[in-house]
């Protein structure tokens, strides 16, 4: 039975950053390895159908693939993409460069300005992608050489109203958050409209954080908020109290409110929602001992799951703690499909260091084996007897069903909600003289191969980036977008996609790396 907390779990969890290798003092007596020749991709007979202009995509930052997979998309587009920084080129792209980087290469290249040549960052590219034809190049698509003075080159007024945008998903927002005073206080604000029941407010709270969080620096001045976006009135007022009195009494009455302390403490428990918690603070249950001693309540399995390993399953779970639980979970896994792989989905994926619970998405090498993996996997989690608590939902996947319009539908696929006992350090286990175990929540999903990038994508989140991706598929592209996949409503058709950055090339947006979705 689905219980009302069952969130949509198109959201959680972290993207592991590149380690780089540090050369060691004999570094520089190793022998040198001679570079590979470069590898030439076929290409098709593409048309080319805007002959006027030439493209050149800067390796640099963006990786091989990466280049090869755009150069090739923009081919199959009617675009001509130069392999080499020729006179030939009148557009050059980057991603991920600085500008002073980018325009310091260049410059190693022999590339100087010129009046017919642009340097562009990827957003005219994906937004030309998106079109199908080059879209008007504007003020907010040049990077700017930092080395020239550009103040003259427009007049003020052609600059963007704002520079951050309306949507989450075009906005890369890391961990590094620059204005937790102020998000902390509106993020108080939103969870109290949660409770309430008010979804309007709750989100356009949730909304002003959001932009808060992707600010490259700390707010100095009210001033500077003017031109943000998805700052309303009452969000600026709670910042305009915060830069006057260094908090804001709104957001302590409501730390103190009885009402808000208590729902906060039942919407704690693994299955209990807010309608439950809403429920038993309105026939005075203040308290667990009062919850568990009232002779009406009758709990389901999960709530007493919940309340029976609420000591350990309410405390954060480390990052240390996921890794060792993303081993157990592949050792099942492998014994069920040896060819199949476990990828840890949700906040870990997104860079965090704790998490609630850990997510993990199964990936099958052929389509049709993902039916059979979960159920053998909890079988054989009953066999270890690391087993605590196990929900399966079979898969209720029907092709011929999408598109769903239910924005915030709960994937079809296969998904088992779980409680694991985990071994504990020795250390841990005197410290706080305790059993050797420790329940953790682990929850598992298993789409079909097909289905795995956007499931993928769903399952990683935040739930803002989700929603606004979403919400920009269907208001900015005419498309729908879930777990499942991504519908052209123009076209009528499917888009296929074996990767997320296949996704965001459909929707004619920037890849944002998994720990850059933070919203």
């Known amino acids: 039975m689905l219980t009302e907390n069952k969130k949509n779990k198109a959201s959680t969890a972290s993207a592991n950053a590149t380690d780089t290798e540090v050369p060691g003092p004999d570094a520089e007596m190793l022998p040198t390895r001679k570079r590979r020749p470069e590898v030439a991709f076929p290409r098709g007979h593409e048309e080319v159908k805007f002959g006027d202009l030439t493209l050149y995509l800067v390796e640099k930052r963006m990786g091989k693939s990466r280049r090869n997979f755009l150069s090739n998309l923009a081919r199959s587009k009617g675009f001509c993409v130069d392999d080499a920084l020729s006179g030939n080129v009148t557009h050059v792209v980057s991603e991920g460069n600085t500008a002073q980087d980018l325009w310091n290469w260049l410059e190693e290249q022999g590339f100087g300005e010129t009046r017919d040549t642009h340097v562009l960052n990827i957003s005219w590219f994906t937004e030309s992608m998106s079109a199908g034809r080059p879209v008007p190049v504007e003020l907010r698509h040049y990077i700017q050489n930092p080395a020239v003075d550009h103040r003259s080159c427009a007049h003020p007024s052609d600059k963007p109203e704002s520079a951050v945008s309306p949507y989450a998903c075009q906005r890369r927002t890391t961990l590094d958050n620059h204005n937790k005073i102020f998000t902390d206080a509106l993020e ?207 898969s209720t996947f029907d092709l011929s069903q999408l598109p769903t319009h239910r924005f915030e539908a709960m994937d079809h696929f296969s998904k088992c909600f779980l409680i694991l006992k985990l071994k504990r350090e020795q250390e841990s286990c005197e410290r706080e003289a305790s059993r050797d175990w420790k329940a ?30 979403r919400r920009f598929a269907r208001l900015e592209r005419g498309k729908l977008l879930d777990n499942h996949a991504l519908y052209d409503k123009a076209t009528k058709t499917l888009l296929p996609a074996c990767t997320e950055e296949e996704i965001f090339a459909h929707l004619g947006l920037e890849y944002i790396e998994p720990w850059q979705r933070n919203a």
């Open 188 to 394: 108080v604000l939103a969870e109290n409209m949660e409770f309430i029941g008010n979804r309007g407010p709750c989100l356009a709270f949730r909304r002003a954080a959001s932009v808060l969080k992707s600010l490259c620096a700390p707010l100095q001045h009210l001033e500077e908020t003017h031109r943000l976006p998805c700052l309303g009135e009452h969000s600026k007022a709670i910042l305009e109290e915060i830069f006057e009195c260094g908090s804001s009494s709104r957001a302590e009455d409501i730390l103190n409110d009885e009402r808000y302390r208590t729902m906060k403490l039942f919407s704690s428990v693994f299955g209990i929602g807010p309608k439950t918690a809403e429920s038993w603070y309105h026939r005075g249950l203040r308290t667990f001992e009062q919850v568990l001693s009232e002779p009406s309540i009758r709990l389901n399995r999960m709530q007493t799951a919940g309340f029976l390993f609420y000591e350990d399953i309410s405390k954060p779970v480390s990052r240390t703690e996921a890794s060792a639980l993303k081993i157990i979970v592949e050792e099942a896994v492998i014994c069920v499909n040896p060819h199949a792989t476990v990828h840890i989905t949700g906040g870990f994926r997104r860079g965090k260091e704790f998490g609630h619970d850990v997510d993990f998405i199964i990936k099958t090498p052929e389509p049709g084996q993902e039916d059979a993996v979960l159920p053998a996997v909890i079988q054989r989690f009953k066999t270890q007897n690391i087993l605590l608590y196990s929900d399966f939902q079979d």
């Open 440 to 469: 953790v929540r682990v929850d598992l999903v298993a789409p079909p191969l097909e289905r795995y990038a956007y499931a993928l994508l769903g399952w990683t989140g935040s739930t803002l980036f989700e929603r606004d991706l």
